[in-house]
């Protein structure tokens, strides 16, 4: 079956400090790929989406991801973090052969401190 | 364009009760998905509409739940005789094409007594 990981569940970094969360997919084929961001109590944010070419997507509000087929990752990154970036970090896959669905990982919670 | 719509924002039932969640899509956007979020957990598929259409419920517990998109209005989740465990954030997208990005509502936080 398709799952995605986010295998940290929980990340604390300095305000300033450079930030990567993982994300592993598993799926035959290549999936659309999907980085969310949520804020408590809110709705979910795109940040960034893959579905083919370049390999690094770049996002909005600094934010980037590269795809790797070979380690079947799209790890999200952003050189320097601001205050305003702690929040819920969700990846996500999509573009399942005969499903619409997307399927998320478990989250990672990201801790600014200043 | 207003983006996607969904209310109640919150809301309280006594178990046993009916819970109705509504989303009205963006404009233009006839495909609707419906995902619960459990407490500390990621997002779970839970349904996919089109108008008038279900074309994905393999989310969907098989009994109590239901949802539709009419014609006309919003599309609607539905969940009778509440327990505990449906506590959840209840979160709509909608997509103007499918395999596309889904762009989502605020959500519904249900909350049984």
């Known amino acids: 079956a398709q799952s995605v990981t986010q295998p940290d569940i929980h990340i604390t970094v300095s305000e300033g400090a450079s930030l990567e969360l993982r994300c592993n997919y598993s799926y035959g084929a290549t999936p659309y790929l999907f980085w969310y961001v949520q804020s408590p109590g809110q709705g979910l944010q795109l940040l960034l989406k893959?579905?083919?070419?370049?390999?690094l997507v770049q996002g909005i509000k600094g934010f980037e991801a590269e795809f790797k087929r070979s380690q079947s990752s799209f790890n999200l990154r952003k050189p320097s973090v601001h205050w305003s970036d702690a929040a819920e970090y969700f990846c996500a896959v999509g573009g399942l052969g005969n499903t619409d669905k997307l399927i998320f990982g478990t989250g990672t919670r990201l801790q600014v401190f200043p | 364009n207003a983006g996607v719509m969904q209310n109640p924002r919150h809301l309280v039932r006594r178990r046993g009760q009916e819970a109705r969640l509504r989303c009205s899509p963006m404009?233009?956007?006839?495909?609707v998905y419906w995902y619960r979020q459990l407490p500390e957990e990621g997002l779970k598929f839970m349904v996919y509409l089109q108008k008038e259409n279900i074309i994905d419920e393999s989310g969907m517990p098989k009994e109590r739940f239901s949802a539709e998109f009419p014609k006309e209005g919003p599309s609607i989740l539905r969940i009778q005789q509440v327990v505990r465990g449906d506590s959840a954030a209840y979160f709509c997208?909608?997509?103007?094409?499918?395999?596309?990005?889904?762009?989502f509502g605020p959500g519904t936080r249900l909350t049984v007594l």
């Open positions: 404009k233009g956007h006839s495909h």
């Open positions: 997208a909608s997509s103007p094409v499918s395999y596309n990005e889904q762009f």
């Open positions: 893959y579905f083919s070419g370049d390999t």
